[in-house]
């Protein structure tokens, strides 16, 4: 008996058997996806049109398969990863960073954090904010944040002003590339940008719950001043917490949990609708129901790119394909009554 097995030699092991004339030819170089790029509003970075949201990290799935999934994703040209400081109460930070450094890719990757609601350094004041940002440092194992969210519903008592005086001085000192806003209403932006006329670091990054089935908190005022004031929109919620993959659409299939009560919250006759409706426009343009939800989103003038929480290396491809696919005027129209 060889050592590799029965009948085996070491010549047998070491020679390779000849690639089959019908074998597929190996894809060399940067992967497709590489060259697809977008300008994150007038925050000076460039990102692929779906941003990695990494709020599953830590919690539901663990640093092996987060790994996989942040593999997939780059291999298929992804450059942004969403993550943030109140994710997993920092896990989620931990396992990206580890990511980034064994791969040796930082300088590849828009970094994306949101700060605020981390219980040790909660708000936006600036004590806080900056032990914020230096503990999301720490976590990630870098020396800056491409792009940081202020999460305003952290914090109903620090002044504009004040918080925008702490970013100034994290942007100065080479900590923060950018800054975005989440939770912030339509007054709070033009406050914003009247701050950034005397000097202040502007707002130029925009996270809001929005997708097919959820319009109301975007559209209105808060679409008029972000696409006035140029402000890219980064949606997140983009597949109403997973319904518009279609995988569940029973609630008999949904068990008795927080993402349950929130998927169930989604089966009406409305979501109903809607998902037959991406299912007829996904069979049309062969691409899953999740794909055509991203491409609504994309298709919508205000949105640069939206923000998918992933938990499995398969919703990686999905989702991609939703970033290639383009919808025709009768597949909005169809989207639209089919929401009514």
Request: no cysteine.
């Amino acid at each position: 008996m060889g050592y590799f097995g029965i009948g085996a030699t070491p010549k047998a092991v070491r020679t390779a058997p000849p690639a089959h004339p019908s074998a597929p030819i190996p894809v060399q170089g940067a992967p497709v996806g590489a060259g697809i790029r977008v300008p994150l509003g007038e925050s000076g970075l460039e990102v692929f049109p779906f941003l990695l949201g990494a709020a599953e990290f830590g919690w539901h799935v663990d640093l092996t398969a987060a790994h996989a999934i942040l593999d997939a994703y780059h291999a298929r040209g992804g450059n942004a990863v969403h993550t943030s400081d109140g994710y997993a109460a920092g896990r989620s930070e931990h396992i990206v960073g580890q990511w980034l450094q064994r791969r040796g890719i930082r300088d590849d990757i828009v970094v994306a954090v949101r700060v605020g609601a981390n219980p040790d350094h909660p708000g936006l004041g600036p004590v806080n904010l900056i032990r914020a940002v230096e503990a999301s440092l720490t976590r990630l194992h870098t020396d800056r944040i491409d792009l940081l969210y202020l999460d305003a519903l952290s914090d109903d008592a620090t002044t504009l002003e004040d918080t925008l005086a702490t970013v100034e001085w994290l942007i100065e000192s080479g900590k923060v590339r950018a800054v975005g806003a989440y939770g912030h209403t339509a007054a709070q932006l033009v406050e914003a940008r009247i701050l950034a006329s005397a000097g202040y670091p502007r707002l130029t990054v925009l996270d809001v719950p929005y997708n097919i089935l959820r319009q109301s908190e975007f559209d209105g005022d808060l679409r008029l001043v972000a696409s006035a004031q140029g402000i890219a929109v980064t949606p997140s919620q983009a597949l109403e917490h997973g319904y518009l993959a279609g995988v569940h659409r029973d609630r008999a299939q949904v068990a008795y949990s927080v993402r349950g009560i929130q998927l169930a919250a989604a089966m009406n006759r409305r979501g109903s609708r809607t998902l037959r409706a991406l299912d007829r426009i996904g069979d049309e343009l062969s691409v899953p129901p999740s794909a055509v939800a991203i491409a609504w989103l994309l298709a919508q003038r205000a949105v640069v790119a939206p923000i998918v929480n992933v938990f499995a290396v398969a919703h990686v491809e999905e989702l991609v394909q939703g970033v290639g696919a383009r919808l025709s005027r009768s597949h909005l129209g169809e989207i639209s009554r089919a929401t009514q």
